[in-house]
Every structure is written in structure tokens, then in C-alpha cells.
């Protein structure tokens, strides 16, 4: 696809298992469920089991509830991908529906300023995510790409809450805080693309006038668009990507891989932990605007103040709903905003999905002893997973 270029800058049927566990029972819990599932004790409870509505259906994923409200057991890949249907469901009953073909419509991307960075070209772009509505995003190429008109494995690249400067802060060390791994993933080979979260510097759309419930479902819009203009690249390896974030950008790319496919490795830093366990579960923290309810994350979240285990899904059901797909985590034992510990019960959730998929060591996460960072260490074991993968 050619860049139009415009000058200056745009600045299986069997009876159910009534379960009822509560609370921190998952941990037992799950390992009794695994050892049961090639069990025939499934096959004797009694029929006509009630909806499970507490907590351990967020973290038992080896369960999943039929439409009379049944539970049963995952057995299989089949039986997962029913779960796995109600984990999307619960998703957009907290952040609204994802977008459908009404909002498709030609990228029309637009080259507003070009930067030679010496071994790679920086171009400050815009494309129309939906009718309307464009979308800032930087797109770096290395020189030797375009040079030898040879395509290149894509990473996205999603940036961290930083409301000055938005998706800059990935491309350039402009912030102290986030390391500019867009520059660093480009001066490796890649094509990367960064567009800018919602309401964040200069990307402020009317969510409302667009109609979306939630800057977290217009952003998951505006990544698989922006995975639409690298599919169009002549440069570009289409059709398989990864996607990289820090913070913000770790639950972003987390909620984007689960809803888009094409995204075959995802690497998440300092991303999540359980919403009970956000910031130690602190109730001020799930008021309208406040934490994960701002208007530029998930408000609805706020409706379940008080009665967190009350929310259609967690992170115990995203980390599942990637499997078989390569996911790296970056999870600092002293990060304060995502607890180290409740990171590890997700993951360790999670793992049962993917040996249900034969794929255990392909979700991968580190401890680094350090705060609310991506180190060296962690970003280059990310870059390494990335080049193996995509490459």
C-alpha cells in the first residue's frame, strides 16, 4: 500500500457437578479438578446443577457451564473452546461489544512526518480505525528492509499510562520511568508499530460519540486495525505477529491477543494481577474514575465496588484464553501497582489450559527483583522469544 504524504508535523453430553467452592479454595480446588477429570466420578453426580456464580469459576478453568447452567468438566480442546467463549462473553459485558464489520472501513493511512534515525526510518502516521475516526501511531522500519524489498517479522507495540506523552514514551527515552522498546525492537530487525492509547496526550476521541463503553474495548478497535495496516505493508511478514507492553501496554496487548488471533506471541510487563488483589483489594480504588473504572479503562468495573468477585472474568481466564499461543511475563517481586504473588496463582491457573494444548513451556514468566520495571534481562529474553517465533 502506498503512504500518502502530508508535510509538517500532526504532532459432550454428561451429568453435571454441582460445585461450590468459595474463595481462596481455587488452590485445592484446581488440583482436585485436574486429577478428576479423566475420572469417572464426573459421570455419577447428580443432574441439573445451578449457575457457579462465586470466585472459583474465575480461576478453575477446567470447568465451563452449558446453557441450562450447568457445570462441567473440561476434557477437552472442544470443551475449552466453549469456555473460552464465556470467557469473550464476560469480557465485553464489562467493555462493551467488540467492534463489528460496521466499523471497518479503508485504512487510508497518512504519513504526517518521516525521521531518518540512521539504521531505521521513523514515520509519525495516522489511519482511519473506523469511519471518521483516525488514529496517531508511529511506524519505524529498519533501512535495510525497504533496501533489500524483503518482508520483515511485525511486533505491536503498546505503550504505558503516560497522559504527556502517550505512545512517544515506547519510541523515545523521553520518560525515566519506560524504557523506549519500540526503538530497541526496530534496531533488531523488526518492523514495529506503536499506536497511542485513548484519551492519552494527544489522542483524545469521544468515546461516547463513537460508541464504545470503554477506552479499553476502542483501544483493543484500534490494535487489530493497526494489525489490518501491517497485513497491507509490502514489507511486512503478514498474518503473524507479536505484541509487546509494559503496564498499560501489558493488559492491552493481553486483552488484544485474546480477541485476534494473529497475534502469535505476547509479551506482557508489569501488565496484571487478579482484580481482588489489586492494590490489595482497597475499595477506594473501584470508585467512577478511580484505578481500572477511569473512563479510559473499564468504568463499568466501578458497578461491582464491594463485590469484586462478582466481575465476569479475570486475568486467570485471559492468560487460558491465549493458549497455545507463546506469552512471556514480566512480573517484578516488588512491584506495587500488580502483585508479584497473585501473578504466579494466574499463571499457575492458566498452565492447565496449555498442557490441555500439549503447549506448558510456551507461557513463560520471570521475577525480576526490581520495582514496576521491564529490565534489561527481561526485555532481551522477550526479544529472543519474539525472533524465534516470528522469525
Same mark, same amino acid.
Given at each position: /500500500?502506498?503512504?500518502?504524504?502530508?508535510?509538517?508535523?500532526?504532532?459432550?453430553?454428561?451429568?453435571?457437578?454441582?460445585?461450590?467452592?468459595?474463595?481462596?479454595?481455587?488452590?485445592?480446588?484446581? %488440583?482436585?479438578?485436574?486429577? /478428576?477429570?479423566?475420572?469417572?466420578?464426573?459421570?455419577?453426580?447428580?443432574?441439573?446443577?445451578?449457575?457457579?456464580?462465586?470466585?472459583?469459576?474465575?480461576?478453575?478453568?477446567?470447568?465451563? =457451564?452449558?446453557?441450562?447452567?450447568? %457445570?462441567?468438566?473440561?476434557?477437552?480442546?472442544?470443551?475449552?473452546?466453549?469456555?473460552?467463549?464465556?470467557?469473550?462473553?464476560?469480557?465485553?459485558?464489562? /467493555?462493551?461489544?467488540?467492534?463489528?464489520?460496521?466499523?471497518? &472501513?479503508?485504512?487510508?493511512?497518512?504519513?504526517?512526518?518521516?525521521?531518518?534515525?540512521?539504521?531505521?526510518?521513523?514515520?509519525?502516521?495516522?489511519?482511519?480505525?473506523?469511519?471518521?475516526?483516525? %488514529?496517531?501511531?508511529?511506524?519505524?522500519?529498519?533501512?535495510?528492509?525497504?533496501?533489500?524489498?524483503?518482508? $520483515?517479522?511485525?511486533?505491536?507495540?503498546?505503550?504505558?499510562?503516560?497522559?504527556?506523552?502517550?505512545?512517544?514514551?515506547?519510541?523515545?527515552?523521553?520518560? =525515566?520511568?519506560?524504557?523506549?522498546?519500540?526503538?530497541?525492537?526496530?534496531?533488531?530487525?523488526?518492523?514495529?508499530?506503536?499506536?497511542?492509547?485513548?484519551?492519552?496526550?494527544?489522542?483524545?476521541?469521544?468515546?461516547? #460519540?463513537?460508541?464504545?463503553?470503554?477506552?479499553?474495548?476502542?483501544?483493543?478497535?484500534?490494535?487489530?486495525?493497526?494489525?489490518?495496516?501491517?497485513?497491507?505493508?509490502?514489507?511486512?511478514?503478514?498474518?503473524?505477529?507479536?505484541?509487546?507492553?509494559? &503496564?498499560?501496554?501489558?493488559?492491552?496487548?493481553?486483552?488484544?491477543?485474546? *480477541?485476534?488471533?494473529?497475534?502469535?506471541?505476547?509479551?506482557?510487563?508489569?501488565?496484571?494481577?487478579?482484580?481482588?488483589?489489586?492494590?490489595?483489594?482497597?475499595?477506594?480504588?473501584?470508585?467512577?474514575?478511580?484505578?481500572?473504572? =477511569?473512563?479510559?479503562? /473499564?468504568?463499568?468495573?466501578?458497578?461491582?465496588?464491594?463485590?469484586?468477585?462478582?466481575?465476569?472474568?479475570? *486475568?486467570?481466564?485471559?492468560?487460558?484464553?491465549?493458549?497455545?499461543?507463546?506469552?512471556?511475563?514480566?512480573?517484578?517481586? $516488588?512491584?506495587?501497582?500488580?502483585?508479584?504473588?497473585? %501473578?504466579?496463582?494466574?499463571?499457575?491457573? #492458566?498452565?492447565?489450559?496449555?498442557?490441555?494444548?500439549? #503447549?506448558?513451556?510456551?507461557?513463560?514468566?520471570?521475577?525480576? #527483583?526490581?520495582?514496576?520495571?521491564?529490565?534489561?534481562?527481561?526485555?532481551?529474553?522477550?526479544?529472543?522469544?519474539?525472533?524465534?517465533?516470528?522469525?
Amino acid at each position: /500500500m502506498n503512504l500518502t504524504r502530508k508535510s509538517g508535523s500532526g504532532g459432550s453430553r454428561r451429568d453435571a457437578v454441582p460445585l461450590r467452592w468459595t474463595g481462596r479454595s481455587f488452590l485445592i480446588a484446581g %488440583v482436585i479438578v485436574s486429577c /478428576m477429570v479423566q475420572s469417572e466420578l464426573f459421570t455419577a453426580a447428580s443432574p441439573g446443577a445451578t449457575p457457579l456464580n462465586d470466585y472459583s469459576f474465575r480461576t478453575n478453568l477446567l470447568v465451563y =457451564q452449558t446453557a441450562r447452567g450447568e %457445570v462441567m468438566p473440561v476434557r477437552s480442546r472442544g470443551d475449552w473452546r466453549k469456555r473460552r467463549a464465556q470467557i469473550l462473553d464476560g469480557m465485553q459485558a464489562v /467493555m462493551g461489544p467488540l467492534p463489528g464489520k460496521e466499523k471497518r &472501513s479503508p485504512l487510508v493511512p497518512r504519513v504526517e512526518e518521516e525521521k531518518d534515525c540512521g539504521a531505521y526510518i521513523q514515520r509519525y502516521l495516522t489511519y482511519v480505525a473506523e469511519p471518521g475516526a483516525r %488514529v496517531p501511531a508511529y511506524l519505524l522500519v529498519p533501512k535495510n528492509v525497504i533496501e533489500s524489498r524483503r518482508r $520483515a517479522p511485525a511486533v505491536l507495540v503498546l505503550h504505558p499510562t503516560d497522559l504527556a506523552h502517550g505512545h512517544r514514551s515506547s519510541v523515545e527515552q523521553v520518560n =525515566q520511568k519506560y524504557r523506549a522498546y519500540a526503538r530497541e525492537l526496530v534496531e533488531r530487525g523488526f518492523v514495529v508499530l506503536a499506536p497511542s492509547y485513548p484519551l492519552m496526550a494527544n489522542y483524545q476521541p469521544d468515546l461516547k #460519540a463513537l460508541g464504545y463503553q470503554s477506552g479499553t474495548m476502542l483501544a483493543i478497535h484500534n490494535n487489530r486495525r493497526g494489525l489490518d495496516l501491517l497485513d497491507s505493508l509490502p514489507f511486512v511478514k503478514r498474518g503473524k505477529y507479536g505484541v509487546l507492553g509494559h &503496564s498499560l501496554g501489558g493488559h492491552n496487548a493481553i486483552y488484544t491477543a485474546v *480477541f485476534d488471533d494473529r497475534i502469535q506471541v505476547v509479551v506482557s510487563s508489569c501488565g496484571f494481577d487478579s482484580f481482588l488483589e489489586y492494590y490489595g483489594g482497597n475499595p477506594e480504588n473501584w470508585q467512577r474514575g478511580r484505578g481500572w473504572c =477511569q473512563d479510559r479503562y /473499564m468504568p463499568k468495573l466501578a458497578d461491582y465496588r464491594g463485590r469484586l468477585e462478582d466481575i465476569p472474568f479475570d *486475568f486467570y481466564e485471559l492468560l487460558g484464553a491465549l493458549a497455545p499461543r507463546y506469552v512471556f511475563i514480566n512480573a517484578p517481586l $516488588a512491584d506495587k501497582n500488580f502483585q508479584c504473588k497473585s %501473578v504466579q496463582e494466574i499463571v499457575g491457573a #492458566a498452565k492447565s489450559i496449555y498442557r490441555l494444548h500439549g #503447549a506448558e513451556a510456551r507461557l513463560e514468566v520471570e521475577h525480576p #527483583a526490581c520495582e514496576h520495571d521491564f529490565p534489561y534481562e527481561q526485555r532481551e529474553r522477550a526479544y529472543r522469544l519474539l525472533e524465534s517465533v516470528l522469525r
